[in-house]
């Protein structure tokens, strides 16, 4: 029995030691090597950050961001108190409150790419995965629209970024816009660039399906919409959801791209500020604007393989 133990105990500490440890060991490679060679690359603005300047900027960040919440705070209580004492004086005085346009903060530039990045991902996904269920089941919507996919799918948002900016300007105009002009451009610049490869896996996926289970579906005639309910979305769920992790990826970096570009609000707009900016803390800034896009696309993807797990009836399909 002691033998027993002591071998699963030894099995248990293999395992938590390959699944924390070997990470753990390969991070801290990684920052002693960045350590050292930030060291010997030296720039017009100073030695390249190493880990070490980048926890310090990444601390005065967030106290920039603390400090403007009180400012926004205080802005928002002055109107508060004005409007009281003018209406005590006027009680017909229709008090107005003015949104605070202070300075985006690097904190506060993160939710907003983060709300970019979403909406146009959502929105190509609710798309996407009806036009790939169709083309995977038919073979004649297949021939057609492939080729378009095709052409389209390789496109750089480059490319794509001032014909949706011209498009937006001329056909959203409006005295008291729902939404600004930044937002919609970034955001549609997103959705047309990752809406390929959700369409690709999902129609590859339903082409894939097992002609047994076809063959089930006609055997208890089973209505267009209940076959696809039943049979196509669940066995293509694994390669859909391989489609929908690529697109958050490639929305990521695409939304990043076209923010820096554009000079829209988010965090491609904060490198991008610093790098124009070109202070002793510009560097250090840029990192850790790097390390955060990498941390949240990490975050993204685990998240939509969480959901996968929850969702799909197959757990052993999904892939770490």
């Not at 100073?46 to 310090?56: D, K, M, N, Q």
């Not at 490869?197 to 919409?225: E, H, K, M, Y």
């Not at 124009?276 to 850790?288: A, F, T, W």
Request: aromatic share 10%.
């Amino acid at each position: 029995m002691s033998t027993s133990k002591f071998t699963l105990d030894g099995a248990l500490f293999r395992k938590v030691a390959r699944a924390v440890g070997l990470p753990v060991v390969g991070i801290a490679v990684f920052l002693v090597f960045w350590a050292v060679v930030a060291d010997h690359i030296h720039t017009s603005l100073g030695t390249f950050p190493g880990p070490e300047a980048v926890a310090v900027q990444s601390e005065n960040l967030y106290q920039d961001y603390q400090q403007a919440q009180v400012k926004k705070a205080q802005f928002y209580q002055m109107q508060e108190e004005r409007n009281a004492k003018l209406v005590a004086e006027n009680p017909n005085y229709k008090a107005v409150i003015y949104p605070y346009t202070g300075q985006p903060t690097f904190v506060s530039q993160i939710g907003t790419s983060l709300v970019t990045v979403l909406s146009g991902f959502i929105l190509a996904s609710l798309i996407a995965i009806p036009l790939g269920i169709a083309i995977g089941l038919s073979s004649s919507l297949h021939a057609a629209v492939n080729p378009i996919i095709q052409i389209l799918r390789p496109v750089s948002p480059l490319a794509w970024l001032p014909l949706v900016t011209i498009v937006v300007s001329a056909l959203y105009a409006s005295n008291d816009p729902m939404f600004s002009k930044s937002y919609l451009v970034s955001m549609i610049t997103v959705l047309l660039c990752c809406l390929w490869p959700t369409i690709i896996n999902t129609a590859v996926g339903v082409a894939a399906i097992s002609q047994d289970l076809t063959n089930v579906s006609r055997v208890l005639r089973l209505n267009w919409w209940t076959h696809v309910r039943k049979i196509v979305v669940p066995s293509a769920l694994p390669m859909m959801f391989t489609g929908l992790r690529l697109s958050l990826s490639i929305a990521w970096m695409v939304l990043i791209a076209a923010e820096m570009l554009a000079q829209n609000p988010g965090l491609g707009k904060f490198v991008w500020d610093e790098f124009q900016n070109g202070s002793s803390d510009s560097l250090s800034r840029i990192m850790v604007a790097v390390v955060v896009i990498g941390l949240i696309g990490f975050m993204l993807d685990r998240t939509m393989l969480l959901l996968q797990r929850w969702i799909s009836w197959d757990k052993k399909s999904v892939l770490r």
